[in-house]
């Protein structure tokens, strides 16, 4: 997989996919859940909470992988370059 999107070093090409994953993801759902009869408010809300989760939980996996180093160095955990 190429690192950097059309070889510019700022656009990262997983960044750009995770990104239009949510875009695409949050678009169907709501046409679908506004044909459902859900409410725009409730479908933003559920949005967001899974979202949060998400990164969330993407952050919890990452230090469950090298867990002696985020013993010794907590403060890492809050490193999201990495």
């Known amino acids: 997989m190429f690192p950097n999107m059309f070889g510019i070093h700022y656009i990262h090409t997983y960044g750009f996919?995770?990104?239009l994953a949510?875009?695409?993801s949050i678009y169907v759902a709501t046409k679908l859940g506004l044909q459902s009869g859900l409410k725009e408010k409730d479908?933003?809300?559920l949005f967001i909470a899974g979202i949060i989760a998400?990164?969330?939980g993407?952050?919890?996996?990452?230090?469950?992988?090298d867990v002696s180093h985020f013993i010794a160095h907590p403060l890492d955990l809050f490193l999201v370059n990495q």
């Open 54 to 56: 998400g990164l969330l």
């Open 17 to 19: 996919f995770v990104g």
């Open 22 to 24: 949510i875009v695409s």
């Open 43 to 45: 479908l933003n809300k």
């Open 58 to 65: 993407g952050r919890l996996l990452f230090a469950l992988e």
